[in-house]
């Protein structure tokens, strides 16, 4: 198995194809016997003289190897500073059980691990979905947590839309986070109603997003609002000094795959999300997940990207610099709107092209 999936079970093949396919759902008792049944600990590091310096270090200790006592297999996952605490992944999984078991139709959807166990993850499918018109997308929670330091502890929405499976993800709101951190340890009773609390939280956020999806929807995006937000996104290059170019062939080929995203509208699935907001924001986010080339060559390399790395921060980006430049677009009049005319990659700046002879309104 490659090096960036350490470990993989979902009721579904993922896109990266590797991994377990059980073909139901699980809870944590049995994910974990798919590669994640491991704990980690922090340790100091030495020097080749066997002295201790001052720095420190996680590792992964499969609990087969522990139970024997046998330290050769523990794995090192990174360096991390002296204050870093040690959280299992283990505890997300079991607040994730209470959740799952509290809600009809819920159920896990994946989980894995990546490089050597650096970074867990859980997927639950919490039988909740947005609406935007007609376009639907799954909400999920997503459990994440890295134990190299360069992942927090942390629980988020993650949305797919069904017609092209497309993700993006968005923060719980703070209420939401405190109660899904909060530990339970005095009484079923009490932890009953810490989850309770923690899904009514849940579900007010997914209205949140679903509310800005559908602002989106009613946005009709203008030549200047698309030069601002791509300009924004993927800012142009620059010279040895400083000065701004026009273009790069690398950044005129990221625009040209994007507007053709546009421009198809999910082959026109919804048409009346042509021209808008959202249909921007749709174009970026396929773009991210299903074209952008990342570091490891595959599918793997995108999927971690998507999740946890660059991918995530670019779709993060995208859904705050639409929202605010859709406060200044037009609402959308008609059902349908524009399709910009075929790119040419012949003269001028090929944004301009792109965006030329939109409509006006």
């Known amino acids: 198995m490659p090096a960036n999936v ?11 194809k590797l991994g377990t396919v059980t073909g139901r759902h699980m809870n944590w008792a049995e994910v974990q016997q798919h590669g994640l049944d491991y704990v980690v600990f922090k340790s100091q590091l030495h020097d080749g003289l066997g002295r201790a310096v001052n720095a420190f270090g996680t590792f992964r200790w499969n609990r087969a ?9 523990a794995v090192f996952l990174g360096v991390v500073g002296e204050d870093y ?13 209470a959740l799952v078991a509290s809600v009809d139709g819920a159920h ?60 993006l993800s968005a923060a719980l709101s703070e209420r939401t986070r405190s109660k899904l951190t909060i530990r339970h340890t005095k009484g079923a009773q009490g932890k009953l109603d810490g989850v309770h609390e923690a899904l009514s939280g849940i579900r007010a956020d997914m209205l949140t997003v679903e509310e800005k999806l559908n602002f989106l929807a009613g946005r009709r995006v203008t030549r200047e609002s698309m030069t601002a937000v791509l300009d924004r996104l993927f800012p142009k290059p620059k010279a040895d000094d400083g000065a701004e170019k026009d273009s790069s062939t690398r950044r005129n080929n990221v625009l040209a795959d994007i507007l053709a995203l546009y421009e198809s509208n999910d082959q026109n699935a919804f048409p009346e999300q042509r021209g808008t907001a ?11 997940d299903h074209m952008r080339a990342t570091r490891g060559a595959n599918g793997n390399g995108r999927a971690e990207s998507a ?18 430049a859709a406060n200044g677009m037009p609402a959308m009049a008609t059902a349908t709107a524009y399709l910009p005319k075929p790119v040419s990659s012949a003269g001028g700046s090929l944004l301009d092209q792109i965006i030329e002879e939109h409509s006006a309104a």
């Open 307 to 324: 999740m946890f790395g660059s991918g995530e921060r670019l779709k993060a980006q995208a859904v705050e610099v639409i929202t605010e």
């Open 108 to 167: 896990y959807e994946t989980a894995g691990a990546l490089g050597d166990g650096q970074r867990v993850w859980g997927l639950a499918h919490l039988a909740l979905s947005v609406s935007v018109g007609r376009d639907q997308q799954k909400g999920y929670l997503l459990f994440c947590t890295g134990h190299d330091g360069s992942l927090s502890h942390q629980y988020r929405i993650c949305l797919t839309r069904v017609v092209c499976q497309n993700t």
């Open 6 to 16: 350490y470990a993989y079970v979902g009721r579904q093949a993922a896109w990266h």
């Open 65 to 73: 190897d522990q139970f024997d006592g046998n330290k050769e297999a």
């Open 85 to 97: 605490s040690v959280i299992q992944h283990a505890e997300g999984f079991k607040m994730i059980d």
């Open 278 to 288: 959202y249909g921007l924001l749709n174009a970026v986010t396929e773009y991210t």
